[in-house]
T-cell receptor, first 112, second 111 residues
Framework: AQSVTQLGSHVSVSEGALVLLRCNYSSSVPPYLFWYVQYPNQGLQLLLKYTSAATLVKGINGFEAEFKKSETSFHLTKPSAHMSDAAEYFCAVSDRNNDMRFGAGTRLTVKP | KAGVTQTPRYLIKTRGQQVTLSCSPISGHRSVSWYQQTPGQGLQFLFEYFSETQRNKGNFPGRFSGRQFSNSRSEMNVSTLELGDSALYLC??????????FGPGTRLTVL
């Protein structure tokens, strides 16, 4: 069965610092992988997705993620954090149809 | 193109009551999925409907049910509400290609 593990339920960075949010997946077939962001009292917004094309995926708001099959990882990065990046981030995996499984989420705090 | 809409946005019910939540997908999307989000359990998949048929189902009791209409709009029903059903219920629509677009959610509070 497919699953996702997000390492670190809370991550705190200073404004301008590198953001690194970790995600490892488990899937029996080539997966589709996603990163979503959720702001308070809102739904989930898609940041980026991996669908077996390029392993380095660029998303919105300056985020990108790299698919590493050998490490079963799909970590999310952003070179320079902004205050507006403070939110909860979810990694998700889908290996068939729309059976999508989410990680537990990582809350990102950005300090001024 | 309008996004996914969910109604109502907020709902307060008491234990034992039932509730129906509604989701209107993006025009042209035939798949609708429902998720429950709680602080303790995170995001959990409830079920997915595609062309009026339930295609996938998560691990929830039979009190949770859903349906999809011919216009792809979907409803979710929870009967005999329990305190633990308090959550944010998210609906997501898709063309069927695994990229899901989420609505703002319905915040259900059970007293």
């Amino acid at each position: 069965a497919q699953s996702v593990t997000q390492l670190g339920s809370h991550v705190s960075v200073s404004e301008g610092a590198l953001v690194l949010l970790r995600c490892n997946y488990s899937s029996s077939v080539p997966p589709y992988l996603f990163w979503y962001v959720q702001y308070p009292n809102q739904g989930l917004q898609l940041l980026l997705k991996y669908t077996s094309a390029a392993t380095l995926v660029k998303g919105i708001n300056g985020f990108e993620a790299e698919f590493k099959k050998s490490e079963t990882s799909f970590h999310l990065t952003k070179p320079s954090a902004h205050m507006s990046d403070a939110a909860e981030y979810f990694c998700a995996v889908s290996d068939r149809n729309n059976d999508m499984r989410f990680g537990a989420g990582t809350r990102l705090t950005v300090k001024p | 193109k309008a996004g996914v809409t969910q109604t109502p946005r907020y709902l307060i019910k008491t234990r034992g009551q039932q509730v129906t939540l509604s989701c209107s997908p993006i025009s042209g999307h035939r798949s609708v999925s429902w998720y429950q989000q709680t602080p303790g359990q995170g995001l959990q998949f409830l079920f997915e409907y595609f062309s009026e048929t339930q295609r996938n189902k998560g691990n929830f009791p039979g009190r949770f049910s859903g349906r999809q209409f011919s216009n792809s709009r979907s409803e979710m029903n929870v009967s005999t509400l329990e305190l633990g059903d308090s959550a944010l219920y998210l609906c997501a629509s898709s063309l069927g290609d695994r990229e899901q677009f989420f609505g703002p959610g319905t915040r259900l509070t059970v007293l």
